[in-house]
């Protein structure tokens, strides 16, 4: 089943000022060339990942941990029984660490009421799918056998939004316990961008440039080409997985690839509903912005309502 919601209100006037500070601030620089990109990339590699803020840790519990060698943060609440578990893979282009705007989204998925497990994986260029994936599996796997009658949501932006397709369907093919649901947030679905509205969609994209994410996708994709199902999930199938929501925005160039798995849903039979919101830009729900947090209740009721805790 194909459902498609658009949200067509207009961009508060907050946001817009903050777009006006993207642009001045050149955010998008980041991704402008492989050289610029790797260079950056590995310049924010060696501060490292931002561990959970103090407001994070005042008013939540939080757990460090390490799960299959990876740096791993649990947090819930300090008052509520969680009754599920979401697996956040952040995202970042593969190449940049988790930032301190996470931690925003995920004091809000707490409240579902709901563990949020938020993974430190490698990044690439040292590390590639081939590497990562396993260690992102034996998480779900601890998870699953630490709380066996909690479900378990995949949840992740950007790179880590097609990182929780490819671990939907790697552990439908391995028979292994399926998640309540997979929720991707600007997934980066194709990593060659070859879709040719993307190139239109660029000047109007105030995080992302096509030179520096192909780059990107190349090394995340290691010896495999980045067209690989394992790199960009919309060239694999997703039959029998279970119910899929994407969250997209207008002003990114990741969304054309939104339009081909439609297409692929229609053809595998997958439930997957798409949750369109044309005035936003790469990854809002993280920022301090009106819509960011509107969006981010809203994916705490969505988690509620795929794993049965209502």
Do not use: C
């Not at 390490?66 to 979401?86: C, F, I, T």
């Not at 394992?230 to 690839?257: F, T, W």
């Amino acid at each position: 089943m194909i459902r498609w919601d658009t949200d067509r209100r207009s961009m508060s006037l907050y946001t817009r000022a903050y777009l006006v500070g993207m642009r001045l601030r050149r955010d998008k620089q980041a991704f402008e060339g492989a050289e610029h990109t790797l260079s950056n990339a590995r310049e924010l590699q060696r501060h490292g990942d931002s561990a959970p803020t103090r407001l994070t840790r005042l008013l939540f519990r939080v757990e460090d941990d390490e799960v299959a060698g990876m740096v791993v943060w649990k947090v819930r609440s300090r008052l509520r029984r969680p009754k599920a578990s979401v697996i956040y893979v952040h995202g970042g282009g593969y190449v940049h660490p988790l930032t301190a705007d996470y931690w925003r989204l995920v004091r809000a998925l707490t409240m579902s009421p709901a563990e949020v497990i938020v993974l430190a994986y490698p990044l690439a260029p040292d590390a590639t799918i081939d590497d990562v994936l396993p260690p992102l599996l034996d998480v779900h796997t601890a998870t699953v056998r630490a709380h066996p009658g909690r479900s378990v949501v995949l949840m992740g932006d950007s790179a880590g939004g097609a990182l929780v397709l490819t671990m939907g369907r790697r552990l439908r093919d391995l028979e292994q316990p399926a998640p309540a649901a997979v929720v991707a947030l600007s997934p980066w679905l194709d990593a060659t961008l070859a879709d040719p509205e993307v190139g239109d969609l660029e000047p109007t994209d105030p995080m992302l440039a096509e030179s520096g994410l192909r780059a990107a996708g190349r090394w995340w994709a290691g010896f495999r080409s980045p067209d690989d199902p394992l790199v960009s999930p919309v060239n694999g199938s997703l039959e029998g997985l279970p119910r899929v929501d994407v969250y997209i925005g207008d002003r990114d160039i990741l969304r054309p690839a939104v339009d081909t798995l439609v297409e692929l849903a229609k053809r595998d039979g997958a439930d997957l509903h798409v949750h369109e919101v044309p005035a936003m830009f790469h990854v809002w729900m993280t920022r301090a912005i009106p819509e960011g947090r509107r969006t981010r209740h809203e994916l705490a009721r969505l988690v509620r309502r795929r794993a049965g805790s209502i």
